[in-house]
């Protein structure tokens, strides 16, 4: 599994700089928030509910949904993120990760990963094609994109010791 995750968020952090390199713009759950406020401001004595999911609209435009995914970024151009101890590293992919799904087949040794989910957008990491035969890849080319980078992801990092 430990394999896999290195493998999954090695490719998902590539993926997501050009997602990262956007304008912001709104979530999606703000569209479908604001189309439900129209449809009640026609329902009289909604009011409430109207002002309700305005504070939910407000509070998504206020969220920062970029933090980590440079973060991912980050630690993925360090090579000592993966050998620090456990404490720690379990700290900081409790903040990149949303869920890891296992399947445990007939015995823990055949058990693999069919699912790892980031929580940034997009959500979903590639898994190796081979989950008993994982190459990383990492070329320099990586690292100087990224390092072309550095104030978003130190930002990023500074974020850990904060509670993200």
Known sequence: MFGVLQYALSEHAKTLLPALQRPKIDPPEVFALQAQIETLKTVPGTDEVVEAKQLEIN????????????????VMRSLNFWLQDEAKLNQILRLLLERV????????????????????????APLPPDQRNIRLKRGLADLVLVA?????????????????
């Open 101 to 124: 799904t296992v399947e445990l087949h007939e015995s823990v040794k055949r058990a693999e990963v069919v699912e790892v989910l980031c929580r940034t957008v997009p959500d979903e």
């Open 59 to 74: 509070r998504l435009r206020e969220t920062d949904h970029s933090t980590h995914g440079w973060l991912l970024i980050g």
């Open 148 to 164: 072309s980078f550095q104030e978003q992801v130190e930002a990023a990092l500074k974020t850990i010791g904060q509670g993200v």
